[in-house]
């Protein structure tokens, strides 16, 4: 298949693009490189020894993806891009809903324009909310906490209207998780712009010299060790189901919602002594108050993916962090 | 004050530019004319002897936004610009997304460009889904039952999260209940394209011999007569409850919110016998079934308006089906 990946460069999108070339099908990479480089696709060709087609622009540009649908026959789109900085969004929420919300809406224009009637969409668990209970199912109640979770959760709600109009459509909404890991090959992986976000990135910076120490946001929460556990996942598992859900449900008319996460919780400091392990070296961190919004446990129940999609997440923690410290230590500045 | 008001030919527009005229202001309209008549301006300056300023374009067009800022010194926006039928929003959901969501995203944008931080917003009582009581306050929970109802919903939600960003604007969310009658000239009033989706219009039309009959969709609900039960309030009302808004809140920074209704309920039939007795003729109507999303009763509590706006709704149900009659028949096919 001739797949459109939207925000190709970016972290799951790059990975995603390495495993539709090694299962025989054709991304087409579109991406504004506001937050990725262009060098990713370098990469993607180092490691598969094909350099995905690349045109640099924006969704919420018509004219642009106009040129695109013209350019290629394009089968089927996975639409990783928009912005995805929780705080950010609260600070400039105008933005996320402009990147997010109006930036779909624009390429489903385009796509049914184009007559392409298949997507596949990045969503989040933050669609969840604070969850009454973990592990988490797709049909649990959902709700946002943050400009960010809105954003996501308003483009799921639009989609899932849109469907209703048009039910030949085959639309599949992917909550991830939290991914983390690297590509094996250490030549690609996560390449956050300032301050990481999010707890991997930020512990390898430490590891690597780039940062002195790690905040631990709380460690009162109601949790085996008292930090908080999240379900982390790894990109390429998280790529490999991306691919199992083009395989599965590109040509099957609805609207799709999977959880893609590991099922397993893990805290924060577990993460970190993962990590110390395979970086041979310490994390030094320090216990910070808790951060509003921030919840104490995220997992998946990930039985409905491997019953539909047959796909179940593989990689163990230890190569998670492998993974992890193999690129950043690689990379000690990314793709820079 | 210099007023922008968007969607201004339209019918609570048009309404609430005369009272803005009348009380001093002045209005600075624009509209894309899609779903209303250059002529209503015409109308407007009959009443009030004053012809307001009007660009025509499209809210989703930032460069005409940024043409209308540019000739006009804007003290403050009302936004009622953006598709209102229920039911074309359930067939066509992206283009309600596109020009309710999308289009005020591009208006915020643009006010913020300008420095312009006074913006009063067209929400609705849908906003409270299926209310779990009767009259509605304006803390009740919301949700939406049909994708123009998330429209107002997901807007309420972005301006929020931006007024939280942006503590210095004024917003004022202003949740109409259910608006009828015409300016007391009978030189304006409602003018829908294509079949009425409101129950007033189709009245009227059919008063006017346009139509056959009304259908009347349920009479076994939990009501007097079985027949459903809404808040209907006069237009200049409505109109008058923008300007108490514009006066009290314009400048005060805050998202505020504020029910627009009467507080009292009127079920269709009785609507329809007051019809009858304004129009001093027989309106045929048939009972239909139920219609999907339709709820037994909607009503406001409308005390919160009128302790902080100084403003409560005057005209009654008499004055709303007579007003509506005069306007219908010197206009048998309203501006055409």
């Given amino acids: 298949m001739k797949v459109l990946v939207t925000g190709g460069t970016g972290y799951i999108g790059s990975h995603t693009c390495i495993q539709l070339i090694e299962q025989g099908h054709t991304p087409v990479v579109i991406d504004n490189l506001c937050n990725s480089k262009q060098m990713v696709l370098d990469r993607i060709e180092q490691v598969t020894g094909v350099r995905p087609a690349f045109m640099q622009g924006d969704i919420r540009d018509s004219a642009f993806l106009k040129r695109v649908f013209t350019e290629y026959a394009i089968d089927s789109v996975i639409h990783f891009a928009g912005l995805k900085a929780v705080g950010e969004s609260v600070e400039k929420p105008l933005k996320y809903y402009d990147n997010n919300v109006s930036g779909t809406l624009n390429l489903v224009r385009e796509m049914q324009a184009a007559n392409v009637t298949s997507l596949i969409f990045s969503s989040s668990a933050t669609v969840y909310g604070d969850p009454a209970s973990v592990p988490i199912k797709e049909d649990f109640p959902t709700s946002a906490t943050n400009p960010y979770g809105r954003s996501k959760l308003i483009v799921e709600e639009c989609l899932q209207d849109f469907h209703h109009a048009n039910p030949d459509w085959s639309i599949t909404l992917l909550r991830y998780f ?32 780039r940062r002195e120490k790690l905040g631990v946001f709380g460690n009162d929460y109601d949790t085996p060790d008292g930090t908080g556990v999240r379900d982390y996942i790894h990109v390429v598992d998280l790529a490999d189901g991306h691919l199992a859900a083009l395989d599965k449900m590109a040509h099957q008319p609805g609207t799709h919602i999977f959880n893609l996460g590991t099922g397993q919780g893990n805290s924060v400091l577990e993460m970190v002594h993962a990590f110390e392990a395979a970086a041979k070296r310490p994390i030094p961190y320090e216990i910070k108050p808790r951060r509003a919004g921030d919840i104490a446990e995220c997992y998946a129940d990930p039985t409905y993916a491997k019953a539909t999609l047959s796909w179940t997440a593989t990689r163990d923690l230890q190569t998670m962090v492998e993974d992890t410290w193999r690129w950043q230590s690689k990379n000690p500045n990314g793709y820079a």
């Fill in 178 to 209: 939290n991914p983390v890991g690297a590509h094996e090959s250490g030549l690609l992986g996560e390449d956050p712009q300032g301050t990481p976000n999010n707890l991997l990135p930020f512990v390898a910076q430490v590891a690597v010299g």
